[in-house]
């Protein structure tokens, strides 16, 4: 029996403030996990993340390098990343449809991006892998295809995952684990039901949708979300899995969304674009030169208390790796500012206001 408990503290409106417990480790919801794909965040120590309280890593990724048994031997994914806070482990279904595969009756076949060398990834591997591993919260392995794909092809993602789905469920064989379902059908509304039934019919410890941010417009993504949640059970996380822009963030707490992961906000830091509450700035901008001031004065992220955006700007033009380092700390620790104001302010039945700050 998985060790995950969650509970709802507050609601306002749809928008949910909950603890949820797994591992006697807490998590605060809405949470936001920062992506660790290979047991690291990208150039940034997760030592440095003080308000993050869980991580994200990829089963597929860590399948080829340096494989499960060798995590294991070294001690499970937790001492492997000396991260004590709560894990969660994507199946690899999304590197199903990022990375040139081809879906075969059993699973995926997948180009190993090392060697060149072809494999197969199954349901049932890619539960096991997650098993040795070692995480807090696994996923099922699902199948994920374009969001504008035409309906048969939705169809198809549905029906593959929810088979699955089955067979993650017979695999998993970790009590100190729990496991996600993860419902497909893109835009389509019908298919998300169905999807979600499925799903809900194998009793799972949390459900995700998948298969979005994936081009589709602010107002579909709120609609499909706001029309599937419906279906979920009350009592259970909910997540949808690689969204992280502040607006998008915002609009799916707003329809009662609990867990979000994403490499956007590292990403865009990489890139320059620096989050300054409900806005951005481009450090590369030449206004910035000569500025002593942090990025921003009310963050208390450690590149805000030692650093001016003229240095960073300096490091960054010259492609100091730190660079790197001191803005995605900034991005990442002003994701989880804003998503602990949205808690607090359900907490507070004062998320409307919270709300219209951003939007
Ligand atoms: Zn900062």
Redesign the pocket.
Known sequence: MSSLKFKIEATDSRARAGVLTVNNKKVLTPTFMPVATKGALKSTPHELLDKTSVLLANTYHLYLRPGANTVNELGGLHKFMNWNGVILTDSGGFQGWSLPTKKVENGIQFKNVYDGSTFLMTPKLSIETQNILGSDIAMIFDYVVDIDAPENLQNEAISTTSEWAKIARETHNNNEQSLFGIIQGGLVKKLREKSALSMIELNFDGYALGGLALGESRKDRKDIVNFTSDFLPIDKPRYVMGLGDTLGLVDLIAEGIDMFDCVWPARLARHGKLITGNTYINIKNKKYSSDTAP??ES?P?F??KSYSKGFLKHLLKNEQTSAWLYLTI?NL??TEIMLDGARQSILESDFENFKKRYI
Request: proline share 0%; glycine share 0%.
């Open positions: 990025i921003m963050c992220c590149t805000c900034h620790i002003q």
